[in-house]
């Protein structure tokens, strides 16, 4: 069993004073907990990474941006460089997420390039993938998580710098997940499909994202080849998000 890793993927949410409140909430629990059996990672706006890293110092618990760009600096207005998420403490990047595919036009190639960018920056890259309801209906989800994978998945990718976060686009913010063997099956099918790209695929992190609450953590996080959550609303409650990293273990 691979370590879990429960991240928290706050979107266009919080100002200052909620951010730093919930980072420090977070980081106290994480603290105190006797030798933690998970990784926590908080992915806060762009705005607040440096102040969340402020509040979460000596903590252990790890931090992340939601998004980077291909190039390392240059004439690229509103857009953040791998590079400047390390300069501010960051581990991690989130790349390709649903909402980035499907608001910016971000295509697989596009992905592909910002992983890349994270890895040549020294950050694990948080890459999203995911079917849409209707490619789900159509019976087609494990091929589009294939394309995916194949598309997003950067050459230089490894079980050290890569996680992949399998979020069915109709389940984030939906309050609908999928049946536990449906994660499984998709899951299986990752890690099968990794082993194109890596040579361990079974050491690398495949998380779910997509309606994780407290309530449903446990049973998810115990389905096979799930390493950890991606989790967007629940993870704006500390209560609400420490109740899932418990569930996880
Ligand atoms: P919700 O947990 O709000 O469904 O969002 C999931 C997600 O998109 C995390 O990246």
């Given at each position: 069993m691979l370590r879990k890793l429960i991240a928290g993927n706050w979107k266009m949410n919080g100002l200052k004073a909620d951010g730093v409140a919930l980072a420090r909430d977070l980081g106290i629990r994480y603290a105190e907990q006797e030798d933690p059996a998970f990784d926590m990672l908080l992915c806060p706006p762009a705005t607040l990474i440096s102040t969340v890293g402020e509040a979460i110092a000596g903590s252990g618990l790890l931090l992340g941006g939601q998004d980077c760009h291909a190039a390392a600096s240059g004439a690229h207005t509103g857009d953040t460089a791998a590079e400047m998420l390390a300069d501010l403490g960051c581990t991690h990047v989130i790349v390709g997420h649903s909402e980035r595919r499907t608001n910016h036009g971000e295509i697989d190639l596009a992905v592909a390039e910002k992983a890349n960018a994270a890895h040549r920056a020294g950050l694990v890259s948080i890459i999203c993938i995911g079917e849409t309801e209707s490619e789900r209906d159509a019976g087609d989800a494990l091929t589009v998580c294939s394309r995916q994978i194949a598309g997003s998945v950067p050459a230089g990718a490894t079980s050290d710098n890569m996680v992949i976060a399998y979020e069915p686009v109709w389940a984030i913010g939906t309050g609908r997940t999928p049946t536990n063997a449906d994660v499984a099956e998709v899951h299986a099918h990752i890690r099968a499909e990794l082993s194109r790209k890596v040579s361990d695929p079974d050491n690398v992190r495949i998380l779910y994202g997509g309606s994780v609450k407290g309530s449903n953590a446990g049973e998810l996080m115990a389905v096979?080849?799930?390493?950890g959550a991606l989790v967007g609303g629940a993870s704006l409650k500390a209560d609400e998000f420490w109740t899932i990293a418990q569930a996880s273990v």
């Open positions: 096979p080849n799930v390493d």
